[in-house]
């Protein structure tokens, strides 16, 4: 396995991670605006998808052996619960709809890189 994959890898699922367990940055004045308010949550649910989407698809990328890839595909799949679960104690709102979401990337990575998935490494060298 290439170690700058995995390099870029960790540095994706970190950055990541901190930025969901940053605490909230905008005043609540502001995001009370109906307009504000739905295209901030539009946008960020749509970020939550594309990240997880991005995820799977580095983690295929690392072209790991094929008995990693399910655990791998593990992590891919508690990560958000422990994220949103971790948002609780650092103010922000853990929500199941994100997991949802979430998983809904997981899904969307998966299908964009199933190739990665899917090859057997040790024949392709």
Do not use: C
């Amino acid at each position: 396995m290439s170690k700058r994959r995995w390099l870029i890898w960790s540095f994706y699922v970190a950055l990541w991670t901190v930025a969901l367990l940053l605490p909230p940055e905008v005043p609540e004045a502001i995001v009370n605006h109906e307009i504000i308010r739905d295209r901030k949550f539009l946008i960020g649910k749509t970020v939550h998808i594309v990240a997880f989407a991005v995820m799977t698809i580095l983690t295929g990328w690392l072209r790991s052996p094929p008995r990693w890839r399910l655990l791998l595909l593990a992590f891919l799949l508690v990560h958000p619960t422990v994220t949103e679960l971790l948002q609780l104690e650092v103010g922000r709102t853990g929500l199941l709809t994100d997991v949802a979401l979430d998983q809904v990337g997981v899904a969307l990575g998966l299908a964009l890189s199933w190739k990665w998935w899917f090859e057997n490494t040790s024949a392709s060298g």
